[in-house]
């Protein structure tokens, strides 16, 4: 079957089927990821530092049910994530399993209960939704 016979469902938070595998766009997409029914009541402030990239420091604000991200190292972080861009890439994208890239020794943070709540605050960019899903129900994948 050609892909343009295949029909996807319609998806209104970015995926890996439309955000470019660049830190960056990553990076830039999590405002539209985050799943504000798990950071009610819940705030925190992480910076990411993804080494070798052009762009390699951010900051991710959450609080009040929103995510706000800027360029540059920005307030008190509640955690700091380190590892190379092409790591974070892979992680984000799904292509590298974040667990063996910290056993690796590629992946440093210095909070471990910010950086879990941080990552459940996020629908994967790799969790394409079925079309079952895009008709109710999104995947869980985090």
């Known amino acids: 079957m050609p892909l343009a016979d295949i029909v996807r469902p319609t998806v209104t938070r970015p995926t ?28 925190g402030r992480f910076h990411l530092v993804l080494t070798g990239d052009a762009k390699p420091e951010w900051t991710v604000t959450i609080a009040n049910g929103r ?12 955690c700091v994530l380190t590892m190379p861009a092409k790591t974070y890439v892979g992680v984000e994208t799904g292509k590298k399993n974040p667990m063996a890239a910290f056993l690796k020794g590629r992946v440093k943070f210095t909070n471990v209960g910010q950086l879990r709540r941080y990552d459940r605050a996020f629908y994967k960019l790799y969790d394409v939704p079925t079309a079952e899903a895009a008709d109710g129900v999104e995947g869980d994948a985090g």
């Open 16 to 43: 890996v089927l439309d955000t470019p595998a660049e830190v960056e766009a990553i990076v830039r997409s999590l405002p539209a990821r985050l799943r504000p029914e798990r950071v009610e009541d819940w705030q």
């Open 67 to 78: 995510c706000e991200v800027v360029e540059g190292l920005h307030g008190e972080p509640s």
